[in-house]
Structures are given as structure tokens and as C-alpha cells.
């Protein structure tokens, strides 16, 4: 059901779970205050695991329940606002239907808050921040704004507010936000895909649903809507088959015909090369002069836990690439050459049940080995057993982090790509990233004391 925000005031709204990365936060502040609705907020976590939520909202009328979602909230609201992370067949939001509430969420609320302002959206199982993030990078330079939200955190409904048809919206949008959206007609004017693989099969159920939640996206498009995919990559046919407009696979022509080559893309790993050549043609169809991509491009700085290098003892290299939270994520750079050999693989956490094959075979032959944690890593150990590489299970992630770390020798490169979801120790990603980025520092600061110590009892002998 298409809901506009400011159809909401005075009715009284259920915001349904806070998330970890402020939509949640951001939905119950703007509908509450510059939309005058009567919000509750529930969650499942209780007032103890929601610190900063509570202190960000603490000056707003708000009611709260959290801990649960009993049935009675359904008796007390008109609109629930879902959050991505709910799945839209919980026995609550079936229930809810059956009472006549209406379902809507942040983003499709933004959307008919400014229909109006030209929009990238990117899809893709992976390598879809990336995209969004260099496209954003290369309008920075037209008049008026552009904003990069959605799936990379904070809240749309509020950002967009203050955008206009001179704006312009880039926007990363995951499964879990596409399976629900609603959206104005000929939304968005540019639909990209980075690739399309299997990924949050706990939550969909089988391929093909995950890949319908997708392609949802081209859903509200036009005759003059433009769907992009990078030419080869894995669902990019597909993906041009459903457009409802014009449909484009983005290949190296499309530089080449700019004068323009590979070398002109940031981010150097083969494997990333599709999606930054979709961002450069999104970059296009929103209003980039040709004659100005080479340059808009340049000095892109990438976005942390994508393949970032980390500072490391001489000899030997350690990248971070904490944003992998599925196999394939671990496997592209493994096969494509994201790393040189011998490589120590650093991977683990909350098992979603994924084929492992891909990786193991990515693995086979360049990974020395393999320190491994969480039930994903336990059945990791399985697969790369069977392919003869060493490895080496521990009891915790950051254990396993320590014991990777300091069994580094010169001339390798440790690949922290964990592989698997973050929530059996840890709130998301990035927090299993902060993790693991704390441990490589301890590690720098205990080599310098040690080098300290030794240079002291020179001196002193």
C-alpha cells in the first residue's frame, strides 16, 4: 500500500523495530515530529540493549514497547512502519493484515515524499555500496546535491526532505528493503544491478525468491526508465529480460568509446570492475558530461572494509574485507586475483546455510590457511578439508583474529573476509570489523614496544 508521510498525521503509527543502523531512529523522529504522527516504537531488545536509541529519541512524544511485540499494539495502531530486518511474513505482520493495518516502510515512505528527484537505485549481491558510493563520488560536481543513502545506514525519510528536482538521490537497497517497496510510477529513472548470486536464503527461501525481491526494483519503472548490469555478470541477462524500459549491459566499450579505460576505474581488482563501470554509467544518465567522467572518477577513496589495506608488519599485508557476509564475497577476490599467494584466510561467523563449494574451490591452491570461527566456520572447515587446505578452528572471532595475526610470516597476506553474518557475537559488520581492525592495532602497538624494549637493552648494554 502507497502511504505518503504526511497522510500520517494524527494517526497512530508503529514503528516495528529500531534495526542496527538509525533507519529505525531516524523513521520515529521524522514521523513523529515533522510529520505529526502518534508513534510507538517496538523492538525485540529490551530498554537495557537500546542505550542510544533511547537517548536519541528521549525528547520526543513517543510511546514504547519493547522486549516484544505483543498482539495488543495491533488493537492501538492504523499504520505499521517495518523495518527491513523484520521478514514480511512474520506471524505479527500476518496478523496485522488481518485486522486491516496498513504496511508500509521508510523508504517507500521517502519515495512518495519526493517522487520528483532523479534516482540511481543499485542492487546486487554484492559490490552494490561500492557502486552507489562512486557514483555519488562522481556527481559531486553538478549544481545542486546528491545524497547516498539506503541500505549503507541512517534514515531516508529523513535525509531526503530537504532534496528537490535539481537533487539528485543515489540509493543502495538490499533485498530485505526490496521485497516490500512501493513506489511512485516510473521510479527510479536508473536501475543498476552489480551481479546477482545466492544470499539470505534463511530469509527468502529459495534463489529464485531472493532474485523476485531484486527485480522488484524494476517494478515501478516506465517505457523511460533504464535498467543497467554489467555486461557477463552473473544475473545481468535476467536482469535486462525484466526491464520495462530501456535495458543496458555495461561493458569495457562503454569507456573505450570515452576515450577512456580500466586503468580509469579506483578500486583495481578485477573483480570489481563491473560495478564500477555501472557507476560510471549511472553517473552518465544522471546528468554527467561524458567529457568529464575520467576526471570525476579520479581520487575516488573507496569506503572502509571493502578490500582496504591495513597498516602491517614489513613483509607481509593484511586487507580488510569485513563487508563480506557470504561466500561469494570471499571467493571473487580469491579467484580474480584480489590477493596474491600465499594467503592466510580469516573467516567465520553465523552460519545462513550457503553453498561453500565456490569458496573452497576459490581457496584451493592459494590459501596457506585458514583460521576459522562461529558455526559458519566450523562447516568452512569441512569444505576446505576436502580441497586440502590447512586450517585451524577457534573458539571465538576474536580469538581467531589474535591467533591470525600474530602466525603471520613475511611475504604473506592475511584476508580478513569473514564469509558468513555477523550475529552470533556481534551487532553487524561493522562491529565485527571495528574487531578486528582494534586487533591489528594492538598488534602494531605490541611490535613497536617489543622494538622499543629491545632498543632500550641495546643502549643500556
Known sequence: MTLHPDALRDRRVLVLGLGAHGGGIGAARALATRHGARVTVSDLRDADALPEARAELADLPLEWELGGHPDRLLDAHEVVVVNPAVPWDAPFLEAARRRGLALTT??????ALRPEVPAFAVTGTHGKS?????????????????????????????AIAGLD????????????????????PGWPAVAGLTNLGADHLDRHGTRAAYAAAKRRLLAFQGPEG????????????????????????VGPAFLADLGLDEAALPCGEPFR?????????????????PEDLGQALAGFPGLPHRMAEL???PGVRIVDNGVATHPEATAAP????????????????ADKGLDLSGLAAAARGRVARAHLHGAGGRRLAAALAEVGVPHRLHDDARSAFTAALEG??????????????????????????????AAVERLGARRNSDRESRCEGAAGD
Do not use: H, K, M, Y
Open 165 to 184: 528536482r535539481e537533487d539528485r538521490l543515489v540509493l543502495e537497497l538490499s533485498s530485505f528493503q526490496l521485497e516490500a517497496l512501493e513506489a511512485p
Open 106 to 111: 521508510e523508504v517507500s515512505l521517502a519515495l
Open 273 to 289: 570492475r563491473g560495478g564500477l563501470r555501472l557507476a560510471a554509467r549511472a553517473a552518465q544518465a544522471l546528468g554527467l558530461p
Open 334 to 349: 580469491l579467484r580474480d586475483g584480489g590477493c596474491r599467494p600465499p594467503i592466510v584466510l580469516l573467516a567465520g561467523g
Open 408 to 437: 603471520l610470516v613475511r611475504g604473506e597476506t592475511l584476508l580478513f573476509s569473514p564469509s558468513f553474518a555477523s550475529f552470533d557475537e556481534f551487532r553487524n559488520f561493522r562491529e565485527r570489523a571495528a574487531a578486528f581492525g
Open 226 to 249: 533504464l535498467a543497467l548490469a554489467p555486461e557477463g555478470a552473473p544475473g545481468a541477462a535476467e536482469w535486462a529480460a525484466a526491464a520495462r524500459g530501456r535495458a543496458e549491459l
Open 311 to 313: 597498516p602491517a608488519p
Open 130 to 158: 561500492t557502486c552507489a558510493a562512486l557514483t555519488a563520488w562522481a556527481l559531486r560536481g553538478l549544481p545542486g546535491r546528491t545524497l547516498l543513502a539506503g541500505n549503507l545506514g541512517g534514515s531516508l525519510l529523513e
